[in-house]
């Protein structure tokens, strides 16, 4: 018999966290999933249908910035666990706007540890008695780690030394190191993932693949950064949940563990694969990837971020299920159905 517990987790109406929690509410019946998100424009409760008649799936507004609400969500489901998801995440965004990536990825971490800390610890290093174990799980990035050299095997490891170059990364490298200070100072326990790009259903209109598909099927230009060589290793987000899952259950106390699919791309190779398959299963009178066009580079552009997940493989037997030849088609398929649903709205 294994103990029903209440976990916190924030950010889940956005791209990753709302393919999370169907995929943990079915494999632990023993959870009840608190879910606190603000609604940004990067979430909507349209990616958490599928759970709203769910017994152990609770939606709260609100932010994680706000301490008396967090306080009380502890206190009120009595908190276990925490998988923290939300941020502000896209780096165009944080050139424009960078005040509100600090804002929500560090001073909303701080809060979240600092809540947490006081409702599961007596004094550094000591839990109340029925906290015991309790988790904090920080979802994080492989750009707090920089841009790459071109060398294939130039990869980040977990000693990577940090180099974020945008807001955004900066924020999260900023959330990073306050999860590592509770870990080192306080002793709660912590484990932090720093995942590569995620591709699959549910992301963000604004993100590249996403966009790529839209400006594809409504037949205009599809903006591609400066020569379009940047690389990312890209994995389907299912397969990033499994390893959130995996390093939440089984992960070693203050330990890090990259995640990343060993499927580096360029841009260019990115929008040519998506093109090649809209050619076959919605062909136009030309091929669409006479749409690509290249645009001003992003300030900035990191060249190339490419993740040895070796650590998480060996210690913890995680696998990625999808290659990027059969994650694109599961996901070019999804955004079919959400781009010709609203065209017919
Ligand atoms: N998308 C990727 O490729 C990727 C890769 C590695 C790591 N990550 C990390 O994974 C996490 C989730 O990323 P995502 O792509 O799902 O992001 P997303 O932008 O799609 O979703 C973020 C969610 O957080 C919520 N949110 C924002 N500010 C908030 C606040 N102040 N209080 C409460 N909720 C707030 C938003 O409403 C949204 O639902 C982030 O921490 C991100 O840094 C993302």
């Given at each position: 018999?294994?103990?029903?517990?209440?976990?916190?987790?924030?950010?889940?109406?956005?791209?990753?966290?709302s393919n999370f929690v169907p995929y943990f509410l079915e494999k632990y019946p023993q959870y009840t999933l608190v879910n606190l998100d603000l609604l940004t424009y990067a979430g909507t409760l349209d990616n958490l249908k599928e759970c709203e008649g769910n017994p152990r799936y609770k939606f709260?507004?609100?932010?994680?910035?706000?301490?008396?609400?967090v306080e009380y969500i502890f206190t009120e489901y009595d908190i276990q666990g925490v998988i923290h998801f939300a941020a502000e995440s896209h780096v165009d965004n944080s050139i424009k706007n960078p005040g509100v990536f600090i804002e929500t990825n560090v001073n909303g971490t701080f809060t979240l540890l600092d809540v947490a800390k006081h409702y599961w610890m007596d004094?550094?290093?000591?839990?109340?008695?029925?906290?015991?174990?309790?988790?904090?799980?920080?979802?994080?990035?492989?750009?707090?780690?920089?841009?790459?050299?071109?060398?294939?095997?130039?990869?980040?490891?977990?000693?990577?030394?940090?180099?974020?170059?945008?807001?955004?990364?900066?924020?999260?490298?900023?959330?990073?190191?306050?999860?590592?200070?509770?870990?080192?100072?306080?002793?709660?326990?912590?484990?932090?993932?720093?995942?590569?790009?995620?591709?699959?259903?549910?992301?963000?209109?604004?993100?590249?693949?996403?966009?790529?598909?839209r400006k594809a099927l409504a037949g205009q230009s599809i903006p591609i950064y400066g020569d379009g060589k940047n690389i990312r290793d890209w994995l389907y987000v299912l397969d990033h949940c499994k390893g959130i899952d995996l390093v939440y259950h089984t992960g070693k106390e203050g330990n890090v563990y990259n995640?990343?699919?060993?499927?580096?791309?360029?841009?260019?190779?990115?929008?040519?694969?998506i093109c090649t398959i809209l050619d076959e299963k919605v062909p136009s009178a030309k091929s669409y990837k006479e749409l690509i066009t290249f645009v001003e580079d992003r300030a900035g552009h990191d060249?190339?971020?490419?993740?040895?997940?070796?650590?998480?493989?060996?210690?913890?037997?995680?696998?990625?299920?999808?290659?990027?030849?059969?994650?694109?088609?599961?996901?070019?398929?999804?955004?079919?159905?959400?781009?010709?649903?609203?065209e017919n709205n």
């Open positions: 018999m294994q103990n029903n517990k209440n976990i916190l987790l924030t950010g889940t109406a956005g791209f990753i966290g709260i507004k609100g932010n994680i910035c706000n301490r008396e609400l004094k550094p290093f000591t839990y109340k008695m029925p906290y015991q174990g309790c988790r904090f799980h920080h979802i994080s990035t492989d750009e707090v780690y920089g841009t790459l050299s071109l060398d294939p095997n130039d990869l980040f490891t977990e000693e990577t030394p940090y180099a974020p170059n945008s807001p955004y990364s900066a924020s999260k490298a900023s959330s990073d190191m306050i999860v590592r200070s509770y870990q080192e100072t306080y002793g709660l326990n912590t484990v932090i993932t720093n995942c590569s790009n995620n591709y699959g259903p549910k992301q963000h209109d604004e993100k590249l693949i996403p966009t790529i598909i995640i990343g699919g060993r499927n580096e791309r360029t841009n260019l190779q990115i929008v040519d694969a060249r190339r971020y490419a993740i040895d997940a070796s650590k998480l493989e060996n210690k913890l037997g995680w696998r990625a299920d999808e290659n990027f030849d059969s994650g694109i088609i599961k996901t070019i398929e999804w955004y079919l159905g959400k781009y010709k649903t609203s």
